[in-house]
């Protein structure tokens, strides 16, 4: 029964969306990571400093996971993950480093993950945790 109310629901969404992949693949890398345990507390969350943004933020257990969802609609031009790259990843270290701070959690209790998220009929969805280490 979940299975067709998730056919339905990728259905609605794709036909709202039309091609913005990246908006689709965050969308079911949420589903996804929730499928895994995982609690979403933030969504596009952005620093007040302008510095960057991060998809997604969720609790993975006692760790806290800065998620960055990258989405193709083929892997015709590459791995959709190559595309964080260092310039991104700096981005990204200071925008999550702010929200530690706001926050109030540990920094040695962090970590950053990828979602790699193939557009297809089904959606292939990869999940790297730990990505920059």
Same mark, same amino acid.
């Given at each position: 029964m979940f299975n067709s109310l998730y056919r339905m629901t990728d259905w609605i969404r794709r036909r709202a969306y039309g091609n913005n992949h990246g908006r689709i693949g965050e969308d079911l890398a949420h589903r996804f990571l929730r499928g895994k345990g995982c609690t979403v507390v933030a969504r596009n969350y952005r620093a007040r400093s302008g510095a960057g943004e991060i998809d997604l933020v969720v609790w993975h257990g006692p760790t806290m996971a800065f998620v960055e969802v990258k989405t193709r609609a083929s892997a015709e031009h590459g791995a959709p993950e190559s595309a964080v790259d260092a310039e991104k990843r700096v981005a990204l270290e200071h925008t999550a480093r702010e929200y530690s701070r !706001?926050?109030? #959690? &540990?920094?040695? !209790?962090? !970590?950053? &993950? #990828?979602?790699?998220v193939l557009l297809g009929e089904p959606a292939r969805i990869e999940w790297q945790q730990d990505a920059f280490r």
């Amino acid at each position: 029964m979940f299975n067709s109310l998730y056919r339905m629901t990728d259905w609605i969404r794709r036909r709202a969306y039309g091609n913005n992949h990246g908006r689709i693949g965050e969308d079911l890398a949420h589903r996804f990571l929730r499928g895994k345990g995982c609690t979403v507390v933030a969504r596009n969350y952005r620093a007040r400093s302008g510095a960057g943004e991060i998809d997604l933020v969720v609790w993975h257990g006692p760790t806290m996971a800065f998620v960055e969802v990258k989405t193709r609609a083929s892997a015709e031009h590459g791995a959709p993950e190559s595309a964080v790259d260092a310039e991104k990843r700096v981005a990204l270290e200071h925008t999550a480093r702010e929200y530690s701070r !706001r926050s109030g #959690i &540990d920094w040695n !209790r962090t !970590r950053f &993950d #990828i979602v790699s998220v193939l557009l297809g009929e089904p959606a292939r969805i990869e999940w790297q945790q730990d990505a920059f280490r």
